[in-house]
């Protein structure tokens, strides 16, 4: 069978199953709707909180950013995963006590303060937009290279896709259909990894393969740094950015996903505290099957593509590579029509570019494996870009249709007329993301540091505040997560977008990048907060019992009658 | 339960994350950042060990981190009464 009608095949199986739980679980109360009725299980919300948080962006391009860039990958690999335990020790237990439905409830009841809920409003709003946008756009690419049809008419799809079992089914519906889109994401990631795995080192582990030696004896990670070095590309294995900047990324993408209102609101969705921190322990164990393995194909792919490449005549490169410079994805330029592939650091010489976004889709075929483990990938990648959109979409429409109109703009309004704003406002939310998708504004990629960096600047502390010191108050926590915003801003739309006078590295405050300036927007944050405080009135007396009351665990089962 | 008692919990509770917290660092920042190029000139099989860390090593750490804190918390919990 060819891999165009595998990939149907797969695709039309794994869509139909999302379709059938959505239909299974429609949510009827607001309380279902936004949180699943607080009755997911541990194990359950762990499944789901691991497909909400692996994106488009973790399972395709994540492998080949650390394919290109060796040791300075790491970034990606701790900040990603250390975030989780950063949001199990110091986040999700209380925020779980304290038992709402959003983070802007947390934080406009914590500073008894709509001013505070607003802002956090916009936090909310303006990072899952900048993070929905790239989603999208990855399943029309995954449509367009697998299925052959319009990038665009692929998001058109997805976009229905989504609208169906988000709209109905809400949180209800995503949870179970994240559930079984884990499963598919980790399947469709797991098996060319161990194939290829089995295939270069012998050993069926991938976390062990890459540390082996290959069938010629020498160790792979050796092996490729020699390899890098022969062609003039840094060492593999040790990285090119200072010490200084890789620890402000790791801990800006650390704090940042501690503070995604999207992956905290799922910690909301279970029925006590202490299955709260079950879950995060579930979800980091699920997340970590997949970030494990990815510096693993990072490895194969890398090896595998330098030396299929490398100095090979150009008549004789096999299939894929025709498949894919045909998407444009790969390109190839011989400037001195010697026939070969010269591939090497020097950008004067060097004669090919590769995408790094096609390593993952694109390595099960580099390593010549059966067309239906070709197709599980594409079901794979799509499964990874809809559940995080669907997450990122509920955390809009709970905005719009809780934060905004129920607790700000229209307080009488029934429990039925709410649930209704928050389909309307779910549908509206879909059709940007689509909208986006089709049209990608040019600033993806720089808006994705751009998230992380505001969700540290701004969640992060004030909901730690929040938590561990009960003398924070309204004025203190308003400052600090203005002025921390304002700072993030600033900074990327000067370094990122070439505004208020541009900037090269050399102008980098002390040589920290825009990525990695959300730790010190967030160090500002609380500097700022701190400071305030201390000038203004402490917060009222019941403010102060309900901290008291978060940092023990029981009776989070009453918190919901509100 | 008293006053009393509930401080008692919340420093045992801010104990455990200070002492979790401090591995968390050092497998991540420490080992995988700061020394990675003292930790490379050891070999782990195949890996330098400062890359391993980096790649490898701090996430396993990580997920331990969780479960061990789960278990302390579910006794702690059960010692002052507050479970449910």
């Not at chain 2, 980096?54 to 507050?82: T, W």
């Amino acid at each position: 069978m060819t891999l165009q009608i595998w990939t149907w095949i797969l695709v039309a199986i794994t869509f139909s199953i999302y379709i059938s739980i959505a239909i299974w679980s429609r949510a009827s109360s607001t309380k279902e709707f936004y949180i699943a009725g607080a009755g997911v299980s541990p194990l359950a919300n762990g499944l789901a909180t691991a497909a909400d948080w692996m994106s488009a962006a973790s399972f395709i391009s994540m492998a080949g950013l650390i394919s290109f860039n060796g040791y300075d990958g790491s970034v990606y690999l701790m900040g990603w995963t250390g975030g989780y335990v950063l949001l199990a020790l110091l986040l999700a237990p209380y925020l779980r006590k304290f038992g709402k439905f959003t983070v802007p409830d947390f934080i406009g009841d914590r500073y008894y303060s709509n001013i505070a809920r607003s802002v956090a409003v916009i936090c909310a709003l303006i990072v899952s937009f900048t993070y929905v946008a790239g989603q999208m756009r990855g399943v029309g690419l995954v449509f367009s290279r697998f299925l052959v049809i319009d990038i665009n008419t692929g998001v058109i799809i997805g976009t229905i896709i989504v609208l169906f079992y988000a709209v109905l089914g809400g949180m209800k519906g995503i949870t179970y259909t994240q559930v079984a889109q884990y499963c598919v994401l980790i399947f469709a990631f797991m098996v060319p990894a161990i194939f290829i795995s089995t295939q270069m080192t012998s050993i069926a582990i991938p976390q062990i393969g890459f540390g082996s030696t290959g069938t010629d004896g020498v160790y792979l990670l050796d092996k490729l740094d020699g390899l890098h070095k022969e062609l003039g590309f840094h060492e593999y294995t040790s990285g090119t950015k200072s010490k200084l900047d890789i620890f402000f990324i790791t801990a800006a993408l650390m704090v940042g996903t501690a503070g995604l209102p999207h992956v905290i609101v799922r910690f909301f969705t279970v029925k006590k505290v202490s299955d709260a921190r079950k879950s995060a322990g579930w979800a980091l164990l699920f997340i970590a099957i997949l970030y494990t393995t990815a510096p693993a194909i990072a490895v194969f792919a890398r090896t595998n593509l330098i030396e299929t490449v490398s100095n090979a005549k150009y008549d004789e490169l096999p299939q894929w590579f025709s498949n894919w410079e045909s998407t444009g994805l790969i390109q190839f330029e011989d400037k001195n029509n010697d026939g070969k592939v010269q591939y090497v650091a020097d950008p004067e010489i060097n004669e090919l570019k590769v995408d790094k976004d096609i390593m993952v889709l694109a390595n099960p075929e580099i390593a010549r494996l059966p067309n239906w483990v070709v197709a599980l990938v594409a079901a794979g990648g799509l499964a990874a870009a809809l559940s995080t959109a669907a997450g990122l979409l509920l955390v809009i429409s709970a905005s719009v249709s809780h934060d905004l109109i129920k607790k700000m703009i229209n307080p009488n309004i029934s429990e039925k007329g709410e649930l209704i704003a928050a389909r309307i406002s779910a549908i509206a939310a879909v059709s940007v993301a689509g909208y986006f998708g089709i049209n990608p504004p040019d600033f993806v990629a720089a808006t994705v540091a751009l998230a992380f960096g505001l969700a540290a600047a701004s969640f992060f502390p004030a909901i730690i505040l929040g938590i561990f010191y009960k003398k924070m108050n309204k004025e203190g926590a308003i400052a600090g997560m203005v002025t921390g915003m304002l700072f993030m801003l600033y900074y990327m739309l000067k370094f990122k977008f070439d505004k208020f006078g541009g900037g090269t590295k050399e102008d980098w405050w002390f040589g920290i990048s825009p990525e990695g300036f959300g730790t010190i927007a967030m160090l500002i944050n609380f500097t700022v907060s701190i400071i305030i405080s201390s000038f203004t009135p402490d917060p009222p007396a019941e403010i102060q019992d309900l901290v008291e009351n978060i940092r023990i665990p029981s009776g989070s089962g009453n918190a919901h009658n509100h | 339960m008293t006053n009393i008692h509930l401080k008692k919990y919340w420093k045992t509770n801010l104990k455990y994350l200070g002492i979790l917290l401090t591995v968390w660092f050092i497998v991540s920042y420490l080992f995988g950042i700061i020394i990675v190029n003292e930790l490379n000139t050891i070999h782990l099989g195949g890996f330098k060990l400062g890359f391993w860390f980096a790649q490898q090593g701090s996430i396993y750490v990580f997920v331990i981190l969780i479960f061990v804190y789960i278990k302390l918390m579910n006794k702690l919990d059960k010692k002052y009464d507050l479970n449910e």
